[in-house]
């Protein structure tokens, strides 16, 4: 599932039945798309800041400026040792926050 994917499906659950516009939904999307960059970052900055100084440095230059979602996909999954889980439960805190009372 790509990190656009995801987004639609927490839109589409969060909004569960409401009849809102594409164009409304679109721009949900667009900001919690903001958000999961955010969230992402953050998690990665914290995981790499006392575990590798060096993939530390090379992530900050990666995030300068407007770094997509799925850049910090693809650096988690190749850089980070036991990346797929790493992401799998960044994903699964995002949701959580999201979607505090929704069954998970």
Do not use: W
């Amino acid at each position: 599932m790509s990190l656009q994917d995801f987004l639609t499906t927490l839109v589409k659950e969060k909004l569960a039945g409401a009849s809102l516009g594409e164009a409304q939904v679109a721009d949900m999307i667009a900001t919690l798309t903001d958000r999961l960059n955010k969230f992402i970052t953050l998690n990665i900055l914290t995981e790499l800041a006392t575990k590798d100084q060096e993939l530390l440095v090379k992530f900050q230059a990666l995030t300068r400026g407007n770094t997509k979602p799925e850049v910090l996909q693809e650096f988690i999954q190749k850089e980070i040792p036991d990346g797929a889980p790493f992401l799998a439960k960044i994903l699964s805190d995002f949701r959580q926050l999201y979607l505090p009372n929704l069954p998970h």
